[in-house]
């Protein structure tokens, strides 16, 4: 089968044996596979990812040097049941999964080897007690969109947004682009978005935010406090000793992920305000505690997601409540896939896009 190679920080599309499911596992093959922004980090920073991930967990990603095979948004196809499976979905039908093989050391896929491929292959294997059917009613290339919704979901749920709240989301890449759809699901509003790109913040308004800004034009906090404010004190936020109350509480989603974000939003934000860590910054950062301090922030950082909000976010595509039309703008086979790394590193040639192996 044709894969996707990242080695020594170049991509590259070579031939490999069609991996073989052990037990519990299911061989699928590939769909479509959309390309995270966490890929373009990966690359780009590698060494980063894996001396963080070790301190941080004890465990060795890959190895720097190991032929890698990326590729953790997706939908597939069951090919082939391997051994010690129930074979209850049948050959043919589409299939979604978290990107987690389950074995007794569980494995990240997209950051295997050719023999553990990701989604930037032909074929790969995933376990079948994770395996969600997918419904009619959602296209392949939307159903590889579950995995970057589900972060999206989990990044709201961690924000613990109440009736009053306004959110506040800061970088409109897909994974912004995905938070400010779920928010237009769960009817939280008013919804404020910041952005340099031009092409992002229409993005950003066709998926559902309320108001709009390029921050070398007008300061999002400013835009923020603008339709925040308020004087009915049972929608007011509490103020503290240094910042007087007279707003909506705030909820701001940091979605970029690139160092000095997160203290320019502890510097904008409001008092009392919750800040979701949702942009995966890869390199060494730093902040001011004592701003947060004084302001009372609630700094929470967010990953990935569970099975059931995984499943949560198949059942909103599937009934036409949660929309995402338009978050795709490319689709590229996977002699392209180098090539749209590149793409993506400029926001104005594309916003998400999907890979579909076979496609010329």
């Known amino acids: 089968m044709e894969t996707v190679v990242m080695q020594n920080g170049t991509l590259t599309v070579t031939t490999v044996p069609i991996p073989t499911p052990g037990p ?147 970088g409109c890449g897909p994974i912004g682009l995905a938070v400010i759809s779920i928010l237009k699901m769960q009817g939280t509003g008013p919804i404020v978005a910041a952005d340099f790109s031009p092409s992002r913040r229409a993005m950003a308004e066709a998926l559902g935010a309320d108001v709009v800004v390029d921050p070398r034009v007008t300061s999002p906090y400013d835009a923020w406090r603008e339709v925040a404010a308020t004087d009915d004190p049972e929608q007011m936020a509490p103020g503290n000793l240094m910042f007087p109350p007279g707003f909506r509480p705030a909820v701001v989603f940091e979605c970029v992920g690139v160092p000095g974000v997160i203290q320019q939003i502890l510097d904008g934000a409001p008092a009392n305000a919750t800040v979701v860590v949702a942009g995966v910054c890869m390199q060494q950062d730093s902040f001011y505690p004592t701003f947060a301090i004084l302001k009372e922030i609630d700094l929470v950082f967010s990953i990935a997601f569970s099975p059931e909000e995984y499943g949560e976010v198949l059942g909103h595509l599937a009934s036409g409540a949660l929309k995402v039309d338009g978050l795709v703008t490319s689709r590229v086979g996977l002699n392209e896939v180098a090539d749209a790394f590149k793409r993506l590193a400029d926001p104005e040639q594309d916003g998400k896009i999907v890979a579909i192996p076979g496609r010329h």
Request: with cysteine.
């Open 24 to 170: 519990r596992e299911v061989l699928v093959k590939v769909l479509a596979a959309g390309i995270c922004g966490s890929d373009l980090h990966c690359l780009a920073h590698a060494s980063e990812l894996l001396s963080s991930t070790k301190a941080a967990t004890g465990i060795d990603l890959f190895d720097i040097n190991d032929p890698v095979v990326m590729g953790h948004e997706f939908c597939a196809e069951v090919v082939s049941y391997g051994p010690e499976t129930r074979g209850t979905i049948t050959p043919g039908t589409r299939v979604a999964s978290p990107p987690l093989l389950l074995r007794e050391r569980p494995i990240l896929i997209g950051y295997g080897g050719p023999d553990i491929p990701g989604a930037y292959s032909e074929y790969m294997i995933l376990s079948e007690d994770l395996l969600f059917p997918v419904p009619d009613s959602i296209s392949d290339e939307n159903a590889a969109l579950a995995e970057p919704l589900a972060v999206a979901l989990h990044a709201v749920n961690r924000g613990k947004l109440g009736t009053h709240d306004v959110p506040l989301v800061i």
